[in-house]
């Protein structure tokens, strides 16, 4: 375990903006961990992983406590199926890419999506038909209030679209330690999401592979999404907001081809990218902070912005969009 005294965050969080923490705590091993804790629990404090869905607004005047343990083990298998274990730690794309060279299906559709593994059952993290509640079969952490170790079986977690019972009820109250997740050893492709359909739409089932459908998820996301250790962001700012049918109704009377996905009869979700991007403000920048040019669900940050500066900002395409289209936007990203 390593303590820092005022240390910078700015190469902990991926919109790179500069901010300090009154302390940083880095550490590998849990029991090390609860036994500091048990001495010594922080007044204030914050679990970071790699800091790709954040956004510092000012210094943190508490305890930063990253835990960076690494390590997959494969906890059982069987013909059908393989059960694996994976330290918060460990980077979500190499994890990822271990079970594609093992061709074992289930999380192919989440690659490249930066951050550990960690943090990917805080906002059960999704892209392209795909969500970690799909696979995850438990979470192991810390009680930070009891300061002992727990397992949370999946099905307590409350997994939902962007979110979870850590985004809720037990906000900063679990560290998590590790993930279980289950995968299948027979072919099991996802490839409902448009995108992945434009993309192998010459291509018949039976000769696409895991391998292709992880090298297509790259390509989609390299083409519109920015590289955050070139251009400073943290993915969609943004949710995409869900409405009932009848706003539904009322926003397609005056807007036709307004894009939406159904959820059931009720219940319809619309892409935030597309009300930022017909608010007029996609490519949009004001001095170093801006909606991106190829995804207007990302806001970006072309130099030395703040984190004031950026929220500042995401406040007035909250606004713009509220204005047009009388639908409030929630942020994604962790605002801290
Ligand atoms: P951090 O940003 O460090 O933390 C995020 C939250 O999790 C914080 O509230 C933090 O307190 C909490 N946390 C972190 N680690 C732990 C832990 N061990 N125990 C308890 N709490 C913890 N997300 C998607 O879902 N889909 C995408 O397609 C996607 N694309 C992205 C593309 C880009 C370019 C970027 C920059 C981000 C994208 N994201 C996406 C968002 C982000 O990658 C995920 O939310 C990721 O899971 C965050 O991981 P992290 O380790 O960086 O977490
Ligand atoms: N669109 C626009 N303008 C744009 C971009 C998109 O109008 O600039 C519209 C198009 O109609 C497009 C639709 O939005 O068909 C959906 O776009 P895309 O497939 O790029 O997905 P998204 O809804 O913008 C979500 C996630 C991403 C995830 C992708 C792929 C959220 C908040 N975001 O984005 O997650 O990678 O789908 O599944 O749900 C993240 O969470 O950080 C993130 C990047």
Not at 29 to 50: A, K, T, V
Not at 170 to 189: D, E, G
């Amino acid at each position: 375990m390593k303590r820092h005294l005022n240390f910078s965050l700015k190469k902990y969080n991926t919109f790179g903006v500069d901010s300090v923490a009154k302390e940083f705590i880095e550490c590998d091993d849990e029991e090390e961990l609860l036994n500091y804790l048990r001495n010594n629990f922080p007044g204030n404090y914050l679990i970071l992983g790699g800091g790709s869905n954040v956004l510092f607004t000012k210094d943190f005047e508490g305890s930063v406590i990253h835990f960076n343990k690494k390590g997959i083990e494969i906890i059982s298998e069987n013909d059908s199926s393989v059960l694996i274990r994976a330290s918060a730690g460990e980077a979500w794309d190499e994890l990822v890419e271990f079970t594609v060279k093992k061709r074992w299906y289930g999380i192919e559709n989440l690659s490249l999506i930066p951050g550990t593994v960690g943090a990917a059952p805080i906002q059960n993290i999704g892209a392209y038909g795909v969500e970690l509640k799909d696979c995850l079969v438990e979470v192991e952490g810390l009680n930070l209030q009891e300061l002992k170790k727990e397992i949370l079986p999946a099905d307590n977690c409350n997994l939902k679209y962007r979110s979870s019972i850590f985004k809720e009820k037990l906000k900063n109250k679990f560290l998590i330690i590790a993930i279980v997740i289950k995968l299948s050893k027979s072919k099991r492709l996802n490839l409902e999401y448009r995108a992945l359909k434009e993309y192998f739409h010459d291509k018949s089932f039976d000769d696409i592979d895991i391998e292709d459908v992880r090298n297509g998820v790259i390509a989609i996301r390299k083409s519109k999404l920015p590289d955050p250790s070139e251009l400073g962001n943290a993915g969609s700012f943004f949710k995409n907001p869900v409405v009932n049918a009848d706003k539904l109704d009322s926003l397609q009377s005056l807007y036709k081809d307004i894009p939406y996905h159904k959820i059931d009869e009720r219940i319809y979700k619309i892409p935030a990218a597309w009300l930022i991007e017909k608010s007029g403000l996609k490519g949009k920048r004001i001095g170093n902070v801006g909606v991106h040019k190829d995804q207007a669900l990302v806001i970006v940050n072309y130099g030395t912005a703040s984190g004031k500066e950026i929220l500042d900002f995401a406040e007035i395409v909250r606004a713009a969009v509220y204005d047009k289209y009388g639908i409030e936007l929630e942020y994604e990203v962790n605002i801290i």
